[in-house]
C-alpha cells in the first residue's frame, strides 16, 4: 500500500500545485457564500492536508478539544505554495516500508466525547487523499465563479480546450 499511496500523492499533488498556483493574491478573504469557507481558509486546508499522513502514523488519535485548529496564516499564493510543499515533504517522509505493518492500526479523530471518525491508519491516508481531491474541486468552483480558468485535473479542462 506504500508505494500505490505515493503514486497517487504525487500524482494528485501535480494537480493541486496548479490550482494553488492560480490562486490569486487579493482574493483571499472572498467567500461565495455566507456559509463558505473564504479562499484563504479552503487553500489553507488544502495545502495542509498531506501532513494528516504524518498524523496518522505519529499519533493515535487528534483530539480538537486537547489540541484545537490553527491553520497556518497565508497571505499570497508563493507561502500557500510553499506550505503546500511543506506538507508533502513531511507527510511523504511517512510513507515508508516500515509503516506498512501499521497500516492496520487504528486511529481516532474526536472533539472531546464527540468521535468524528475511527479508522485505520490505512483508511487515514485514503480518507487523506480524498479530502485532498474534493477540497480542490470546491477551490476550482471558487476560482471558476471568480471567472479565473481552471487547470485540468484528469485530462483538459474546459479552458484549456476553448469549450
Not at 487504528?106 to 479530502?131: H, P
Amino acid at each position: 500500500m506504500i508505494d500505490l499511496f505515493l503514486k497517487e500523492f504525487e500524482a494528485e499533488a501535480k494537480t493541486t500545485r496548479k490550482m494553488l498556483a492560480i490562486v490569486p493574491d487579493d482574493k483571499y478573504d472572498w467567500k461565495p457564500h455566507e456559509k463558505s469557507m473564504t479562499i484563504r481558509s479552503l487553500a489553507t486546508h488544502i495545502a495542509e492536508l498531506p501532513s494528516w499522513v504524518t498524523l496518522a502514523f505519529t499519533t493515535d488519535e487528534l483530539d480538537f478539544a486537547k489540541a484545537p485548529y490553527d491553520p497556518t496564516i497565508i497571505n499570497n499564493t508563493k507561502d500557500l505554495l510553499a506550505l503546500f510543499e511543506r506538507s508533502m515533504t513531511d507527510g511523504k517522509k511517512h510513507l515508508v516500508p516500515a509503516n506498512e505493518s501499521k497500516m492496520d492500526e487504528m486511529w481516532t479523530m474526536r472533539n472531546g466525547d464527540e468521535i468524528y471518525l475511527k479508522c485505520t491508519r490505512e483508511e487515514l491516508v485514503r480518507v487523506t487523499l480524498s479530502q485532498s481531491i474534493h477540497h480542490r474541486a470546491q477551490l476550482g468552483v471558487f476560482l471558476r465563479l471568480l471567472n479565473i480558468p481552471i487547470p485540468g485535473s484528469y485530462g483538459p479542462s474546459a479552458d484549456e480546450t476553448g469549450f
